[in-house]
C-alpha cells in the first residue's frame, strides 16, 4: 500500500513562489509515473501536471503552462511541483497522486487513470 503525504502549501501573495513536495512511502514509484490535481471551493478536481516514471515526459494544463514545473527525485521517492507567478486563481488544494494500474509508467490528464492519492495540500494566493 503506498501513502502519499504533501507538504509544501500555504499563503502566498500574487507573483510569488511555491514549491510542493509529495513524500510517497509503502513501495517505490521509481516505474510509476505521477502527477498532480487541485481542487478549488465549489470546483470539480482538475488536472495540473503529469510526469512519466522517468521524468522524460512532462504534461501541463494550458492554465499553468509555463508558469509550474513538476520533477521528481527518485532516490527521495519525491515528487515537486515548482509554481511561480501565482495568480488568485491557482488557489486550490493541491493532490499529488500516482499511477498503480494501466499504463502505470506514461504520463496521464484524467482523474480516473490515477489510483493512490494524498491527503492535498492547501495554497492560497491572496493579496
Known amino acids: 500500500q503506498v501513502q502519499l503525504v504533501e507538504s509544501g502549501g500555504g499563503l502566498v501573495q500574487p507573483g510569488g513562489s511555491l514549491r510542493l513536495s509529495c513524500a510517497a512511502s509503502?513501495?517505490?514509484?521509481?516505474?510509476?509515473?505521477m502527477g498532480w490535481f487541485r481542487q478549488a471551493p465549489g470546483k470539480e478536481r482538475e488536472f495540473v501536471s503529469s510526469i512519466s516514471w522517468n521524468g522524460g515526459s512532462t504534461v501541463y494544463a494550458d492554465s499553468v503552462k509555463g508558469r509550474f514545473t513538476i520533477s521528481r527525485d527518485h532516490a527521495k521517492n519525491t515528487l515537486y511541483l515548482q509554481m511561480n507567478s501565482l495568480l488568485l486563481e491557482d488557489t486550490a488544494v493541491y493532490y499529488c497522486?500516482?499511477?498503480?494500474?494501466?499504463?502505470?509508467?506514461?504520463?496521464?490528464?484524467?482523474?480516473?487513470?490515477?489510483?493512490?492519492w494524498g491527503q492535498g495540500t492547501q495554497v492560497t494566493v491572496s493579496s
Open positions: 509503502g513501495r517505490t514509484l521509481s516505474t510509476n509515473a
Open positions: 497522486t500516482a499511477r498503480l494500474g494501466g499504463d502505470w509508467y506514461n504520463t496521464a490528464t484524467s482523474p480516473a487513470d490515477f489510483q493512490a
